[in-house]
């Protein structure tokens, strides 16, 4: 029954998360679950999504300004443009013709 319980609030917390993301980070083509998008349209209106492409080339121009004036050593910039490429790869799947 406890696990039962922790499965049901660890749902509703990535659910209200979701919907959190949706409200103030919405971004187009991302996945956005039926409950979340429900959830976050109780409060309000839901913005616009914004292109994704945008957004990570903005991350990925700061980490390399970062790089260059030191901030970051290569292995960290190696490992954060492994994080941005899997998070477009999330937001936008590549789609491949059968």
């Known amino acids: ?9 660890a749902y509703a917390v990535l659910i209200a998360l979701h919907a959190w993301t949706i409200r103030h980070h919405r971004l187009e083509g991302a996945y956005e679950p039926r409950a979340a998008r429900w959830l976050a349209a109780r409060f309000g209106p839901l913005p616009p999504p914004r292109p994704a492409g945008t957004v990570l ?3 990925e121009a700061k ?9 970051l050593d290569p292995a960290e910039y190696r490992a954060l443009m492994a994080l941005l490429a899997a998070q477009d790869a999330v937001e936008r799947p590549l789609r491949v013709p059968r």
């Open 1 to 9: 029954m406890l696990v039962l319980l922790f499965v049901a609030v």
């Open 57 to 59: 080339a903005r991350r």
């Open 63 to 71: 980490a390399f300004d970062r790089l260059l004036i030191g901030d």
